[in-house]
């Protein structure tokens, strides 16, 4: 799905089954893939877009922010891997001090759930 801020990219080769499971926070009973996009390069568009919904000062103005978050998911009879990253990058603003600009934040986590309630814990 394309945007005015990005975009975001779904794509699934799971069986109905195996996401009503998952669903029901039970191991996905068989094997399938799942993937998340969204890549925003112009995230300070959509953070201004939301200014009351953040409830930011008055006198904020993003000038630019970049982000970029990935979830790859892989499903097994018994469990569920899945890697997510997620970058913020090029942060830029400006409020009455003057401007302001942040280091980039990224982050990636793996993690392999096996047992019933860990499964509960990726919804």
């Given amino acids: 799905m394309q945007t005015d801020y990005g975009y975001v990219a779904v794509s699934a080769d799971a069986t ?3 996401l009503e499971r998952l669903a029901k926070r039970l191991p996905p009973g068989r094997e399938g893939h799942l993937s998340v996009t969204a890549d925003f390069a112009q995230a300070a568009k959509l953070l201004e877009s939301l200014r009351n919904t953040l409830q930011l000062e008055p006198d904020v103005r993003f000038d630019s922010a970049k982000v970029y978050a990935q979830a790859e998911i892989w499903l097994y009879a018994d469990r569920v891997v899945n890697k997510t990253q ?3 990058t090029d ?3 400006t409020n009455k001090g003057g401007r302001v600009t942040l280091e980039p934040v990224t982050t990636t986590v793996d993690r392999n ?8 814990r990726l919804r």
């Fill in 16 to 18: 109905q089954e195996s």
């Fill in 86 to 88: 997620f970058n913020l």
């Fill in 91 to 93: 942060v830029a603003a």
């Fill in 113 to 120: 759930r096996t047992r019933r309630r860990a499964i509960s």
